[in-house]
Antibody, heavy 121, light 110 residues
Framework: QVQLVQSGAEVKKPGASVKVSCKAS????????IGWVRQAPGQGLEWMGW????????NYEQKLQGRVTMTTDTSTSTAYMELRSLRSDDTAVYYC??????????????WGQGTLVTVSS | QSVLTQPPSASGTPGQRVTISCSGS????????VNWYQQLPGAAPKLLIY???QRPSGVPDRFSGSKSGTSASLAISGLQSEDEADYYC???????????FGTGTKVTVL
């Protein structure tokens, strides 16, 4: 059974950075992409971007360009999402998901448990 | 501001059929496949329907999806109490070069 296990909750001050990890298991990590989705308190889902486990190529949501970096470590089957220059409106639960993003198909078929990132002075 | 519009709420009694709509445009639903996610209270989203009408293994056949033009629908037949959740449609948007989610619909079982 595919599993994605994320790192624990974080509390950060405005202007700081946060790096969330997502460790995958029970599938070939390099054959899929990993995407990130966030959900502000009481709000809907917002796609942040994804990274190919095979090529390392990334596709970021335009408004996050310059503040977000997604990386992978194939040796440990772990994906990372770093968000910089944090603001209060970055407070959200951050989810990783195994992403199908090829040949006209785009969706997340497995999800991590979520990581709460709180930005507060 | 989501580009996929869903009704904020839907409800039904146990056993009834509930339908949720998702309205988009030619750059998203009109040219790409639609997916649906279920999010139970306090939980991570779960893939319910992919590629317009395909159910992943383990998803009951009470859930079905359809697409026509720039709109899509999710139907839940034989509504059960455990179906009480938020439901989101999603699709790739060629103009935004982004994966976009719908505004979400909260389903209540009366």
């Amino acid at each position: 059974q595919v599993q994605l296990v994320q790192s624990g909750a974080e509390v950060k001050k405005p202007g700081a950075s946060v790096k969330v990890s997502c460790k995958a298991s029970d599938y070939t990590f390099s054959r899929s992409s990993i995407g990130w989705v966030r959900q502000a308190p009481g709000q809907g889902l917002e796609w942040m971007g994804w990274i190919s486990g095979y090529t390392g190529n990334t596709n970021y949501e335009q408004k996050l360009q310059g503040r977000v970096t997604m990386t992978t470590d194939t040796s440990t089957s772990t994906a990372y999402m770093e968000l910089r220059s944090l603001r209060s409106d970055d407070t959200a639960v951050y989810y990783c998901g195994r992403a199908i993003a090829a040949s006209g198909l785009y969706y997340f078929d497995y999800w991590g448990q979520g990581t709460l990132v709180t930005v507060s002075s | 501001q989501s580009v996929l519009t869903q009704p904020p709420s839907a409800s039904g009694t146990p056993g009834q059929r509930v339908t949720i709509s998702c309205s988009g445009s030619s750059s998203n639903i009109g040219s790409n496949t639609v997916n649906w996610y279920q999010q139970l209270p306090g939980a991570a989203p779960k893939l319910l329907i992919y590629s317009n009408n395909q159910r992943p293994s383990g998803v009951p056949d009470r859930f079905s999806g359809s697409k026509s033009g720039t709109s899509a629908s999710l139907a839940i037949s034989g509504l059960q109490s455990e179906d009480e959740a938020d439901y989101y449609c999603a699709a790739w948007d060629d103009s935004l070069n982004a994966y976009v989610f719908g505004t979400g619909t909260k389903v209540t079982v009366l």
